[in-house]
Nanobody, 126 residues
């Protein structure tokens, strides 16, 4: 069973930077596709970024491309989301997710991910 624990969310100001982390509890399933999703207040969960199992391919949503960067540290078994130039509309609960699926046509679909963390709150004040 994969357990994911997010950390790093907090209250920041517009234009600030923040790094979220997602610690994975085990390695028995090997490398997994991992992603960040977010859910703003009163809205549906949306895709933010994903990274392939080997780390070679990264995908970012249009709303964060150029400001956010997803990365992973295989040795530490940890996923990161580096967020720069934060805006109030980035305020949301951020979730880490992992999938055992192969290929890359589905990475933006939340239903493709079987494993989820509990979420970490990011609030950007104006």
């Amino acid at each position: 069973q994969v357990q994911l624990v997010e950390s790093g969310g907090r209250l920041v100001q517009t234009g600030d930077s923040l790094r979220l982390a997602c610690a994975r509890s085990e390695r028995t399933l090997g490398p997994l596709v991992m992603a960040w999703f977010r859910q703003p207040p009163g809205k549906e969960r949306e895709f933010v970024a994903a990274i392939s199992a080997n780390g070679a391919n990264k995908y970012h949503s249009d709303s964060v491309r150029g400001r956010f960067t997803i990365s992973r540290n295989t040795a530490e078994n940890t996923l990161y989301l580096h967020m720069n130039r934060l805006k109030p509309e980035d305020s949301a609960v951020y979730y880490c997710a992992a999938s055992t699926r192969t290929g890359n046509s589905w990475y933006y679909l939340s239903r493709a991910y079987a494993y989820w963390g509990q979420g970490t709150q990011v609030t950007v004040s104006s």
